[in-house]
C-alpha cells in the first residue's frame, strides 16, 4: 500500500490500522473481506455473506466503515451500501459497536471483531432501531438472490474500484441461495428479545444499569485486536443466546412445579377452668383481704388511732 507513505506510522491510530490490514491479508476469513481505500486508510470498503440458515444466506452486502482519528479508542461508524431489507443503505445504522454507543466500545475490539458482529445481527429482530428494516423473509431473500449480479455504485472510481474488487472475491465463496426459505431456530429467535453482549438499540436514552446491549469485557492492548476466534464468541452469545423457562406456557410451568402438601394445622381448643378452681380463687381473694385489714388496724394502734377506728365501727 504505497499511499501508507505519507501517513505517521507512529500515531497509534495509524499503527493499528496498518496493523489490522496485514492481519486482515494473513488470515482473510470466508466470512466476509475488508480494505482500506489507498487514499484514505481510514475509511474501509467491506463485503459480508448473509449468515447460513438464513433468508439472508448466499447474499453479498457491501458496506462502508470510518474510522475515528484517535481509533482504536473510539469506535468507527457503519453504513450499508447494498440492499437487505434488514439495514437501510447509505444511511449509518445505530449498533452497540458502533459510534452511536461509544460508551460499549472496547478498544481491543477491531474492524474484524465489528464484521463478525454485524453478521450475527443480520438475522435478529430490528426492534425499532436506528438505520434497521424489518421486511418479510421472501423480499430478504429476493433482495439477498439481487445482491449477487452486481455490486453497489458508490464514490468515487477509487472506492467503485476496491467495491467491485471486493464483489468478485465475495462471489467466488458465496453459497447459492437456498431455494427454500429456512425454517428452523431463527423463526423462534426472531420472536425472542434480542439479548448480548453485543447488541442493538433503539434511538433512545439509556435508563442506567447494564441491558442486553452492555457489553463487559477486558481491555487489551489497543495495538493488539483480537482473534476471531474469540470475537465469534462473544459476539454470537447475546443475540443468539437461547431462552427456555421464560418462554414455557403457563400449563407447562403449572406442571413443572412440584406440589408440595401442608401440613396439617393443629386445631384450637378452648379449655373451661374448673368451678372449684374458681371458688379457690374467690376464697384467696378475700383472705388476703382480711390480712390487708388486720394490718391496717395494727398500723393504727401503733400511732394512737385505734381507739378513733373503734369508736366509728
Known amino acids: 500500500m504505497a499511499a501508507t507513505a505519507k501517513y505517521n506510522r507512529s500515531n497509534p491510530a495509524v499503527k493499528r490500522i496498518l496493523q489490522e490490514v496485514k492481519e486482515m491479508q494473513s488470515n482473510p476469513s470466508p466470512d466476509f473481506m475488508a480494505l482500506p481505500l489507498e487514499e484514505d486508510i481510514f475509511e474501509w470498503q467491506f463485503a459480508i455473506l448473509g449468515p447460513r440458515d438464513s433468508e439472508f444466506e448466499g447474499g453479498i452486502y457491501h458496506g462502508r466503515i470510518q ?3 484517535d481509533y482504536p479508542f473510539k469506535p468507527p461508524s457503519f453504513m450499508l ?10 444511511k449509518k445504522i445505530c449498533l452497540s459497536i458502533s459510534n452511536y454507543h461509544p460508551e460499549h466500545w472496547q478498544p481491543s475490539w477491531s474492524v474484524r471483531t465489528a464484521l463478525v458482529a454485524l453478521i450475527a445481527f443480520m438475522p435478529t429482530n430490528p426492534g425499532g432501531a436506528l438505520g434497521s428494516l424489518d421486511y418479510k423473509k421472501e423480499d430478504r ?48 429467535s426472531n420472536q425472542l ?55 414455557l406456557p403457563e400449563a407447562s410451568r403449572r406442571e413443572s412445579i412440584p406440589r408440595v402438601p401442608l401440613a396439617p394445622q393443629n386445631p384450637v381448643v378452648a379449655i373451661q377452668k374448673p368451678k372449684h378452681d374458681r371458688l379457690l380463687t374467690l376464697a384467696a381473694f378475700g383472705l388476703t383481704l382480711a390480712i390487708m385489714a388486720l394490718v391496717i388496724k395494727k398500723f393504727l394502734k401503733i400511732n394512737g388511732l385505734a381507739g378513733f377506728i373503734e369508736g366509728k365501727f
Open 67 to 69: 474510522l475515528p482519528s
Open 141 to 188: 431473500r429476493a433482495l439477498a438472490i439481487k445482491s449477487r449480479e452486481a455490486p453497489p455504485k458508490f464514490g468515487s472510481p477509487e472506492r467503485q474500484k476496491l467495491i467491485d474488487e471486493i464483489h468478485e472475491q465475495m462471489l467466488s465463496k458465496a453459497p447459492p441461495v437456498p431455494q427454500v426459505l429456512p425454517n428452523g431456530p431463527n423463526e423462534e
Open 81 to 90: 451500501l447494498t440492499p437487505s431489507g434488514r439495514f437501510e443503505i447509505q
Open 193 to 247: 428479545p434480542a439479548a448480548d453482549t453485543f447488541g442493538e438499540h433503539a434511538d433512545k436514552p439509556d435508563e442506567g444499569g447494564n441491558t442486553v446491549g452492555s457489553v463487559s469485557g477486558s481491555l487489551n492492548d489497543p495495538t493488539e485486536p483480537e482473534s476471531e476466534s474469540g470475537v465469534a464468541e462473544n459476539t454470537a452469545e447475546a443475540p443468539l443466546a437461547e431462552v427456555t423457562n421464560p418462554h
